[in-house]
């Protein structure tokens, strides 16, 4: 018999039909979870006026404050409409005036954003009314240096950022491949440093302590908390969207405090109980803005991983219409000539963001054959040491048939980066 399942692609969803007569074939989603109050300017409000760790410093702002609201960039699918205009309503209340209240795009090492793709992420009215600053990381002389922390990471900050009064990260809690989660500071310390500094913290994704769903003992996480604090982030507005990118629950307050609540409602989505790997995981970055490019998608193919058998094969949808979204990545993989080149060559050099994520791909590569359907081009992909593919193509059943056992198992995943086996449940 045969069966379509819906994988995001970009904008859109793309069909994979599977013949399932012989095949066990299970379709992997996210949990649900029941919102009572399914408003959600609403559920920004409550959590507005009930912050978590302690009073709220926005009763004392004066006419004088000034105010640093920090946005995540296009590649993250945080619906800042609904989160930022009931705080701007909560900062005029307490006697902020407009002017002195700043927005601060999260660039991290991403390229920044041109100034017409601002109202992508805040809407059309934020820009006109109130300044927006877009980060470079590599804009030295508006980078100040404040310290650094006990792990040695060296704290270049935006230095606009750093001389505001009140400082107030907005974004969601979400799986983190290495970070083990997003969310909290991350955005101001890591979009909002100086790539020193994101260099040296991210080395810290070699410590096998550093993955996916750990956070207490995730040493490059706690290291962004250090970062943060010495940054002086004093509040996180975050929230825990599902699948269709809708607000589950929202947390205001004390940054660490509001990403331990949120960690718990991630694991509540996220967790899917494993009784055995597959012979097939075929999975979605999630659709735009997670397949902008493969720089983001790679981190489905590590969610996909979880689930997949040694010797196992990964295909993943992603859309990649920006490309492979990384300069750095693809100036390192010249010249070459298979996997095993990349674990030599990152030894050999100086860390740095970009590589890494060959590194990333290689330690899958590792384990699992990986199958990409993409708009990047075949020879591209190839040059990847990833495989290309059609999921649209008829060979993609003759595909399935010489590489799946005829008593197989395939995992559909289509939201790849918001899945995780029950084992991952002890990283509390």
Known sequence: MIKDYDLPYGDNFIPVSIDNHLLHVDLIQPQKLTVINKDPISLVREALSAPLGGESLINEIRPETQIAIVVNDKTRPVPNSELVMPLLQKLHEAGAQQTNIHFFVASGTHLP???????????????????????????????????????????????????????????????????????????????????????????????????????????????????????????????????????????????????????????????????????????????????????????????????????????????????????????????????????????????????????????????NPVYLHSLLTPELIAHLFLSPINLLSNDFTDFIRSHVPRDGRIAIIPYATACIPSFFGDHV
């Open 113 to 367: 954003m041109a100034v017409d793709e601002i109202p992508l992420i805040l809407g059309k009215d934020i820009p006109k009314n109130y300044p927006v600053h877009v980060h470079d990381c590599d804009q030295d002389d508006n980078l100040c240096e404040i310290g650094s922390t006990t792990r040695g990471t060296p704290v270049y900050v935006n230095r606009q950022f750093y001389d505001c009064d009140l400082k107030i990260v907005v974004g969601d809690i979400e799986l983190h491949h290495f970070a083990g989660f997003s969310g909290g500071v991350k955005s101001a310390a890591i979009g909002l440093s100086g790539r020193s500094t994101i260099n040296h913290n991210h080395k810290l994704l070699l410590d096998p302590n550093s993955t996916l769903g750990e956070y207490e003992n995730n040493p490059l996480r706690q290291d962004i908390e250090e970062i943060g604090q010495l940054m002086g982030v004093h509040y996180a507005l975050n929230a825990v969207i599902d699948e269709n990118k809708q607000l589950v629950s929202v947390s205001f307050g004390d940054p660490k405090t509001v990403m331990r609540a949120g960690i718990q409602v991630v694991r509540r989505l996220s967790q899917i109980e494993l009784k055995q790997p597959y012979d097939l995981v075929i999975a979605s970055a999630g659709g735009y803005p997670k397949d902008i490019n493969l720089y983001q998608s790679q981190k489905a193919m590590t969610h996909a991983s979880f689930f997949c058998k040694p010797g196992g094969l990964i295909v993943l949808a992603a859309e990649c219409r920006e490309g492979v979204g990384s300069k750095g990545y693809l100036d390192f993989m010249e010249n070459i000539k298979n996997p095993a080149e990349i674990f030599i060559k990152f030894a050999n050099q100086e860390f740095s963001v970009g590589p890494h994520k060959a590194l990333q791909i290689a330690r899958i590569l590792d384990r």
